[in-house]
């Protein structure tokens, strides 16, 4: 029998360059690209070694037009510090707000520092000292405060340092923050209004401001009032004459003036001070028989709204300005590499049809 030659050979796999000779190749090229040498190269994409800030952003850079197939550093080397100062205040939406902080700032980058201060009532007088000074190299703040001269100057003085400012829950005017990340408060009374107008019978309406320094509640009583007045002429607004400064107390004596003066249609309440509000609705017997605007969805509302005393919670949305403020501080200091929306956050409108069982606030 004829034997058949085979005709299968041993495959002999090609000659393959080393791994370091083309990685030695792109990193020339990324070197001719950036302006530097290929040894600087190895050292920022490699991590290793100390390069300038400019000749690290332009390795990187070079890095991603030549399109590199590797996960790349951040241009941002080092540690990057994050003060946010906030009020110490023990209401339920900043509660809520601190909530919002340690959730967020949990999921950071650990090259990312953010140092929290919370500043009690007494120490709002030393808020512009502590924003003009800090114990590291702050890049940018995010800060919830009150619209002053001192506080404007102060803020000023930080961005004029390179500091990117966040301003958070209220605005602050006549300074060149980066971002405002909070509702649109003239919009939310604006809808305080247009709810009160399409529930309230002909009447008196008593606005009660919380803290008229706040730019979110003096936006939210001048968007309430134009509101009404310009599409509601069967109310009559009433400014309180006396802020509630968020006290029960306060809010139970103005409720109770008003109601000296005659039948009230209608309240909207920019802040807090419910308690107040309602031990006054029902000492009139009339809870339920009002209609009552508030703000902020926490327990204490959620039951007032199944009991059919308040009508609408008007809610910020703590945990999107948190993540709002960071995305866009982040964003200036070069961790995030795609711009944050620049729109405030959206504020949500809660009823007894959509309030949920849970609690709002954990204890």
């Known amino acids: 029998m004829a034997i058949i030659p085979s005709i299968w050979r041993e495959a002999v796999p090609e000659e393959t360059p080393p791994r370091w000779r083309k990685r030695t190749a792109r990193f020339v090229e990324i070197a001719e690209l950036a302006g530097v040498s290929a040894t600087t190269v190895d050292r920022v994409l490699n991590e290793r070694g100390s390069v300038s800030e400019k ?115 209220t605005d602050i005017g006549g300074i060149d923050r980066l971002h ?84 009230l249609s209608g309240i909207y309440n920019t802040g807090y001070g419910s308690a107040g509000i309602e031990a006054a609705l029902n000492k009139a017997g009339i809870a339920g028989k009002v209609v009552w605007i508030g703000h902020e969805m926490l327990d204490a509302h959620r039951q007032y709204i199944d009991a059919g005393i308040m009508d609408i919670a008007i809610d910020q949305d703590p945990d999107g300005q948190v993540i709002a403020a960071l995305q866009h501080a982040l964003y200036a200091c070069g961790i995030v590499e795609r711009a944050p929306d620049d729109q405030p956050v959206e504020f949500r409108v809660f009823c007894s049809a959509n309030v949920r069982q849970s609690a709002y606030l954990r204890l």
């Open 55 to 169: 000749a690290r952003e332009r390795v990187i850079a070079a890095a991603r037009q030549l399109a590199v197939p590797r996960l790349l550093p951040d241009t941002q080397h080092g540690l990057v510090h994050i003060d946010v100062l906030v009020p110490a205040s023990d209401s339920p939406f900043f509660g809520r707000l601190r909530e919002a902080l340690q959730r967020s700032t949990q999921m950071l980058d650990r090259r990312v520092i953010v140092h929290r201060t919370m500043l009690s009532t007494a120490d709002e007088a030393r808020l512009p000292a502590s924003i003009g000074r800090s114990r590291h190299r702050r890049a940018a703040l995010i800060v919830t405060a009150q619209d002053t001269p001192e506080v404007r100057a102060a803020l000023a003085a930080a961005i004029a340092r390179g500091e990117a400012v966040v301003t958070m829950v």
């Open 180 to 263: 405002y990340a909070g509702i649109d408060n003239l919009r939310a009374g604006h809808t305080a209004g247009y709810f009160l107008g399409r529930l309230a019978r002909p009447g008196r309406v008593l606005l009660l401001p919380s803290r008229l320094d706040y730019r979110a509640h003096a936006d939210r009583i001048e968007g309430c009032r134009a509101e009404i007045g310009t599409r509601f002429d069967h109310l009559v607004c009433e400014v309180s004459a006396t802020e509630s400064l968020d006290q029960d107390e306060r809010c139970y004596r103005a409720v109770n003036a008003a109601l000296r003066r005659g039948p």
